[in-house]
């Protein structure tokens, strides 16, 4: 049954607060994970919401399935999720239209959604295996393929799986090592 109530608290950097409930009931605790939201997008105190209990790992009473109440645009599943892909569906746009133009091979283009495939499985492979304290993907690896043309995937991928898309130092070489692969791409179309 869903819940209405207010964000009363919360705190950006670690991820989480709490909802004052509108029938009275005790707190509920809430995590990022638990929002349907937009990438980019966080609560904030004095957000009125919409959601479901649940009790999470730690037992105690938590919130799932967050909504803000009121938000048009967050209602809208649809687009919310077609906003995810649009660097990508962008890129492939580019990308289609540049290889029907006849400015870059059929094999380019290949290469190209190997490279976007590859890209987004090695973020995924990363993410699980921070979770389990495994062997983790060196940052290296995931700079190499956003400059050889893996950048939307990788865009997907951080925004999809909230995988290193709050590490300001990675973002600063993802977005250097995206910027070098247009400017080659746009180096290569002048020649």
Not at 16 to 36: L, M, S
Not at 109 to 126: F, H, K, R
């Amino acid at each position: 049954m869903a819940q209405h109530g207010q964000i009363i608290k919360w705190d950006s950097q670690k991820g989480f607060g709490f909802i004052r409930p509108d029938d009275g009931t005790a707190d509920v605790f809430a995590h990022i994970k638990a929002f349907d939201l937009p990438p980019d997008t966080g609560p904030a105190q004095g957000m009125r919401v919409k959601y479901a209990v649940k009790i999470d790992a730690h037992s105690r009473v938590a919130a799932a399935k967050v909504r803000i109440e009121g938000s048009s645009f967050l209602g809208c599943g649809t687009v919310r999720r077609m906003g995810r892909f649009l660097p990508l569906l962008t890129a492939a746009g580019v990308i289609a239209f540049l290889q029907i133009s006849g400015k870059i091979s059929l094999a380019l283009c290949g290469a190209a959604a190997v490279i976007n495939a590859l890209t987004y499985a090695l973020y995924a492979q990363d993410k699980s295996s921070a979770r389990q304290r495994r062997w983790r993907t060196p940052e290296a690896t995931l700079h190499l393929m956003s400059l050889l043309g893996g950048w939307p995937a990788a865009f997907l991928a951080q925004r999809q799986l909230r995988h290193k898309n709050r590490k300001s130092s990675f973002q600063i070489i993802y977005v250097a090592s995206t910027l070098l692969n247009i400017a080659g791409l746009y180096w290569y179309l002048q020649r």
